[in-house]
């Protein structure tokens, strides 16, 4: 595997991003999720197709890529060196548009327990099939992967930005016939297109699991989640929605860019930009103070979490880490031959942030480690440490699942109670 990692990273003219393209990002292919498009006028939209060849200029479409997805997939230099991410200031002008009265549950359709076994046997089908392509020929099949992304990139830039001008606004419409039916939420779920980047010009999906109004006070804190790298806000809205109705937090889940209705191409570089403008977004629109803000970074979403944690000093100390990578590569091989190629660098980011942080880790985790989660709680400064869980009898993406969901509520519910202490 470190073999095939290098040879992909000198064929690619030793692009890091095209590296953790194949190593890390694998969005749900169908998205679990859509967001149904109103225009202005309450008449519905037809879906953004993706599949689509040929789309009519002006309609979001065309071959070829754009301009900003040219410069998404050429911008991999080092990070903290980008003069978009090097500063961080909170954008009053950050732009969104939603529905607040889309409450996924009030539309929820009753689908067999067959017809939900079928669906997930497609997708099954589908991974592995695509499992065979990528060992068969792993540098035609990341070739054909990022032309399909080039262009997707481009469509989804000028729909998302006529839907802006336009007025669109969103509906959240969960793939229930693969979820199966969805917890209950009391409050609202707003269907959110945040953007667009400064750099790449592409939209953030979002949404915004928010307490009804009777309930939220000065002290209310909003979740910041960023999910592992095979999710989509559609996958997670089941525990998001549990999160807001027993820690009494609003919700904001977001999608990275190549992920389900985001714009834009997965890389590294651009979940950083992803939770910057979400973050902002969040401050100017939800919060008001970021201090009311909790960073929660599920695998690989702590990669964005740590790096937002370690530039916002006054995030209200709180971070979680779940199941979190000390870095990409560290994944992979602990050996650091490869460290050029490394992403996510946690273990040093995680030194420099001034909060709490708490980190949850199963001890069976076959994909991450537990010594991943062990060496970051080591790494965190002494007065930012909190009692970590390491969950017995639990591997990576399990944690949350029967009965143990009821002391995963528990000891949440205890570190967002203790930041106001």
């Known amino acids: 595997a470190i073999t095939a990692l290098f040879y992909l990273w000198v064929r690619s003219g030793f692009s890091k991003d095209a590296v953790a393209g194949a190593l890390v990002f694998f969005p749900p292919d169908p998205p679990l999720y859509k967001f149904k498009r109103i225009a202005a006028n309450g008449d519905v939209l037809p879906d953004i197709d993706d599949e689509a060849e040929n789309l009519e200029e002006g309609n979001g479409g065309g071959g070829g890529g754009t301009e900003e997805s040219k410069r998404e997939e050429e911008d991999d230099d080092d990070s903290d060196s980008d003069s978009d991410l090097g500063t961080f200031e909170i954008d009053t002008k950050s732009s969104h548009k939603a529905n607040n009265d889309a409450n996924h549950t009030n539309n929820q359709q009753k689908v067999s327990a067959e017809v939900r076994r079928q669906r997930r046997k497609q997708r099954e089908e589908a991974r592995q099939k695509q499992r065979q392509e990528y060992s068969q020929d ?34 959240f419409v969960p793939d229930i016939a693969t979820l199966g039916t969805l917890p209950s939420f009391h409050g609202t779920i707003q269907a959110v297109k945040i953007g667009p980047q400064k750099r790449t010009g592409s939209y953030i999906a979002a949404l915004l699991y928010k307490l009804p109004e009777s309930e939220i006070t000065p002290n209310t804190k909003t979740i910041l989640y960023s999910h592992g790298n095979a999710a989509d806000v559609g996958a997670m809205s089941g525990l998001q929605a549990m999160l807001a109705k027993n820690l009494k937090c609003n919700v904001l889940v977001y999608d990275y860019s ?100 708490f980190v949850i880790h199963g001890q069976k985790d076959q994909e991450v480690g537990i010594e991943h989660g062990m060496a970051l709680h080591a790494a965190v400064p002494e007065d930012c440490k909190r009692d970590p869980w390491w969950v017995r009898d639990k591997g990576h993406n399990d944690i949350c699942d029967g009965p143990d969901i009821v002391e995963y509520m528990q000891r949440m519910n205890k570190f967002v109670k203790s930041l106001d202490e």
């Open 138 to 171: 792993p540098i035609a099949a990341m070739t054909d992967r990022s032309n399909k992304l080039r262009l997707r990139a481009k469509r989804r830039s000028k729909i998302d930005a006529r839907d802006d001008t336009n007025g669109v606004t969103y509906q």
């Open 258 to 357: 190549g992920y389900g209705e985001s714009g834009g191409i997965p890389m590294e570089k651009n979940t950083y930009r992803d939770v910057k403008l979400v973050y902002e977004w969040l401050v100017q629109n939800v919060t008001k103070h970021e201090h009311n803000v909790i960073l929660y970074g599920q695998s690989v979403g702590s990669g964005p979490s740590c790096y937002l944690a370690s530039r916002r000093c006054n995030v209200g100390g709180l971070v979680f880490l779940h199941s979190p990578i000390t870095s990409g590569m560290r994944v992979l091989t602990p050996s650091r031959a490869m460290t050029c190629l490394g992403i996510f660098p946690n273990i040093d980011r995680i030194k420099k942030v001034k909060c709490p942080v």
